[in-house]
Nanobody, 129 residues
Framework: VQLQASGGGLVQPGDYLTLSCAAS??????????IGWFRQAPGKEREVLSC????????DLAESAKGRFTVTVDSATNMAYLYMTDLKVEDTAVYYC?????????????????????WGKGTLVTVSS
């Protein structure tokens, strides 16, 4: 199973953008697994943004995401979403979604990318005037 992020593009500072995340296999119930959002800016290490538990749906947000980013996992569409508002130039990065490949997984080990082991291609977000 791979997790594919989409919806990136070129936006201006202050704009908003919604990224989507889908699993490569339709039988993979997104709401049953811990789902994470990450980003990697040019020349920088990958940064964790959030983790949503596959048991109670609680989301841990990184400090850099609080206040401007919102995360949901929608059981109806079987997709995850990252809603970003008031985008800044420093938000320019490749954004990834990932999952812990164990059913009913929770959000543990934030310093180790929450033990996410299912990844896919990211989507580029460029914030520029």
């Amino acid at each position: 199973v791979q997790l594919q992020a989409s919806g990136g593009g070129l936006v201006q500072p202050g704009d908003y953008l919604t990224l989507s995340c889908a699993a490569s296999e339709p039988g993979f119930r997104m709401d049953y697994y811990a789902i994470g959002w990450f980003r990697q800016a040019p020349g920088k290490e990958r940064e964790v943004l959030s983790c949503t538990s596959g048991t109670d749906g609680r989301t841990d947000l990184a400090e850099s995401a609080k206040g401007r980013f919102t995360v949901t996992v929608d059981s109806a569409t079987n997709m995850a979403y990252l809603y970003m508002t008031d985008l800044k130039v420093e938000d320019t990065a490749v954004y990834y979604c990932a999952a812990v490949g164990r059913i009913y997984s929770t959000c543990r080990n934030p310093k180790k990318d929450y033990d996410m082991d299912l990844w896919g291609k990211g989507t580029l977000v460029t914030v520029s005037s």
